[in-house]
């Protein structure tokens, strides 16, 4: 079966850190820049981190530079988000999906193709 299935959400009190996983399944991750993207209720849905798959290059919206980690782990046919210093505002549902970077970089819209995961709930809370 070909899938993305993210993990690692949950409940975080603010300054905590979260990993969050997208593991693929049916085909060869390294092969696709991946992207993940938030989207919190009543709000749109944001591009927040980029690793292309040419060169490994990583890319961070403004809002959690400095913050998160984007990785791959090709042998584990994952991709990581290291999410540290949460914040309040982070909550949002995350979702991987096999998108290019310039939705990170240039705010490109994502295509309606590629793979989607079907999202893990983060909720930064005391």
């Known amino acids: 079966q070909v899938q993305l299935v993210e993990s690692g959400g949950g409940l975080v009190q603010p300054g905590g850190s979260l990993r969050l996983s997208c593991e693929a399944s049916?085909?060869?991750?390294?092969?696709?820049?991946v992207t993940w993207f938030r989207q919190a209720p009543g709000k749109e849905r944001e591009a927040v981190s980029c690793?292309?798959?040419?060169?490994?290059?990583?890319y961070y919206a403004d809002s959690v530079k400095g913050r998160f980690i984007i990785t791959r782990v090709n042998a584990k046919n994952t991709v990581y988000l290291q999410m540290n210093s949460l914040k309040p505002e982070d909550t949002a549902v995350y979702s991987c999906a096999t998108q290019n970077c310039g939705t990170v970089v240039a705010g490109v819209p994502p295509t309606g193709l590629g793979y989607w995961g079907q999202g893990t709930q983060v909720t930064v809370s005391s």
């Open positions: 690793i292309r798959n040419s060169d490994d290059n990583t």
């Open positions: 049916g085909f060869n991750l390294d092969y696709y820049s």
